[in-house]
């Protein structure tokens, strides 16, 4: 078999989010796979080399609208399956890595077109279920987010492998991308299955392999997402999925010196503490690791004097309280002046007051429940903190019931001291504070606005002046590594708006970018000298 095509992918265009409207073909059938995930208990075991593993240790997947609910029971992977898992991704290696990168991405690009077909309502119907999103927030990642990540990754794939330098008469030159020596632990969230997808799958599609450690509150859609990846041609032990405890997995792997990288999506303090177990063991490993990886948010939304008042309100309740404000850019915080604070506060108020929450089977319902306990139990220990300080006042929402479901209500907290606990903190949560400022210190409320948070992951300005954007672009140019500009300061896509940030918010390389892509090769330059010099002599010795 010859192969000696020149290749190429041509740029993609985001995949279309359906509309789910009454009476469609689509809403019928994920109506229907609701039904059927939450008919039956499904056992979920490690993937090891291509084998299905099963350790007897086990953890359940619950409903977030409906704890009482089991929808599966998930296999954790111990000492022995973690090790085993290494042992299988560095056996996969040698002929992944050589593998066309053609070829590669031919299995990415079927994942592909399978998530976007036959396998959109499981994908989604796993998502809305076991991770309590609503079908819209669902549709928008779990399914088209993912398509765009591995669409547009083997786009940049091909982009990088074309990158090459110039050349002369009797000197050849190139770059040769080699993948990382070693393998890549990929460690993903539970608040989008998109990322659980792209985490393990951009270092693979550059020929590495790779150990993912999906969070145990996503397991359910990233365990399908795993079966697609197989159907669609991936070899054995190119990813190893082992769910288990993060800490007894991450310090085992941590340890080992065929570590080349990490590619992560969690907290800061989780982020940290990878970072330092690396430090401390910078001598053991054969390469110094690829640290990847993106964390917190304390998104804000800036306003001006000159914003108009139901645009505002709009990106307020977006930003804020899609997915019950568990997504790292979430709105979190804003900066009102005071004249538009009094124009829009009762609309506000009544808006969110009449926000339907409710189970993710209701495709009425705008806000579902938060993940699980230990999240449930963190956002109501602020709003507590909110109802005793006599530095703030709860306006809307406030509420929690966990009887049945981790709801908690759409809430609005006003405070007067903008270095509030809430104005600083990571909630993530359904949970907005308010900071009213007086309208003639917008440039002083700029500053405070920069420097009132570690984070540097999303922001917006909500303004019609300007130089009033213009004057919030500059100060706040490194308080965001995604900045809007009138418009909430959520859903970045794939190809449009490259997402991530710095300051405590991660490594800013931008998943599903090139950027992304890039760090996951160890370039190797190679120069050939067609006739090579045959005395060591340079005509400037020659005496004159």
């Known amino acids: 078999m010859f192969n000696n095509s020149i290749f190429s992918f041509k740029r993609p265009l985001n995949e279309p989010v359906l509309g789910y409207r009454a009476g469609s073909a689509e809403k019928r059938e994920l109506k229907a796979r609701l039904e059927e995930l939450k008919s039956k208990v499904v ?55 050589r593998m066309p990168w ?14 976007a077909g036959p396998y959109r309502s499981l994908i989604n119907a796993s998502t809305m279920l076991g991770q309590g999103k609503n079908v819209y927030q669902s549709e928008i990642e779990a399914a088209c987010e993912l398509v765009d990540f591995l669409e547009f990754n083997t786009h940049y794939m091909c982009e990088i492998y074309k990158d090459q330098p110039d050349c002369t008469r009797d000197m050849i030159n190139q770059v040769e991308y080699r993948p990382l020596e070693g393998f890549v ?32 509150t996503a397991v359910y859609s990233n365990y399908i997402f795993m079966k697609i990846l197989e159907e669609a041609g991936l070899p054995a032990g190119v990813i190893n999925f082992i769910p288990g405890s993060g800490a007894e997995i991450a310090n085992q ?100 007051n009449n926000i339907r929450m409710g189970p993710v089977e209701d495709f009425t319902c705008f806000v579902n429940a938060v993940i699980d306990r230990t999240a449930f139990e963190k956002i109501v220990g602020y709003l507590k903190y909110a109802q005793e300080s006599p530095e703030a006042e709860i306006i809307a929402g406030g509420s929690f019931d966990g009887s049945k479901g981790w709801y908690v209500s759409p809430t609005v907290i006003v405070t007067g001291n903008p270095r509030f606990k809430t104005m600083e903190e990571e909630i993530f949560g359904p949970v907005l504070t308010v900071y009213v400022y007086p309208d003639e210190e917008y440039e002083e409320t700029l500053r405070l606005c920069n420097e009132t948070s570690a984070y540097g992951l999303t922001g917006c300005i909500i303004a019609r002046d300007r130089e009033a954007q213009i004057k919030a672009l500059d100060i706040l140019t490194h308080a965001a590594g995604n900045f809007y500009i009138n418009d909430k300061p959520t859903a970045a896509i794939v190809g449009q708006q490259p997402f991530g940030g710095s300051r405590a918010s991660g490594t800013n390389d931008k998943a599903g970018s090139l950027w992304n892509m890039i760090r996951w090769v160890s370039p190797r330059s190679l120069k050939e000298t067609l006739v090579p010099p045959k005395n060591y002599h340079y005509q400037l010795m020659e005496e004159e």
């Open 43 to 97: 056992e979920i075991p490690l993937v090891i080399g291509g084998r299905e593993v099963k350790t007897g240790n086990l953890g359940e997947v619950r409903m977030p609208t409906d704890h009482r609910k089991v929808l599966a029971v998930y296999h954790k992977a111990g000492e022995k399956e973690v090790a085993m898992a290494v042992e299988a991704a560095l056996a996969a290696k040698a002929k992944w890595e």
């Open 253 to 352: 792997v941590l340890e080992s010196p065929d570590l080349a990288g990490i590619h992560f999506t969690g907290s800061t303090e989780v982020f940290n503490s990878i970072w330092k177990k690396i430090g401390e063991n910078i001598a053991r490993y054969r390469t110094y690791p690829r640290i990847v990886g993106e964390t917190g948010g304390k998104g804000f939304v800036m306003v001006h004097s000159s914003a108009d008042g139901d645009e505002l309100i709009t990106a307020l309740i977006r930003g804020a309280y899609e997915y019950q404000g568990q997504k790292c850019s979430a709105a979190s915080r804003a900066y009102i002046p005071a004249g538009k604070w009094a124009e829009i506060k009762d609309k506000l108020v009544a808006e969110v």
């Open 102 to 115: 053609n070829l590669r991405a031919l299995i990415f690009k079927k994942a592909a077109c399978l998530l």
């Open 185 to 216: 632990f990929a460690v993903t969230p539970f608040n989008f299955t998109a990322i659980g997808g792209n985490l393990p799958t951009a270092p693979a599609m550059m020929g590495n392999t790779v150990l993912w450690k999906p969070a145990s």
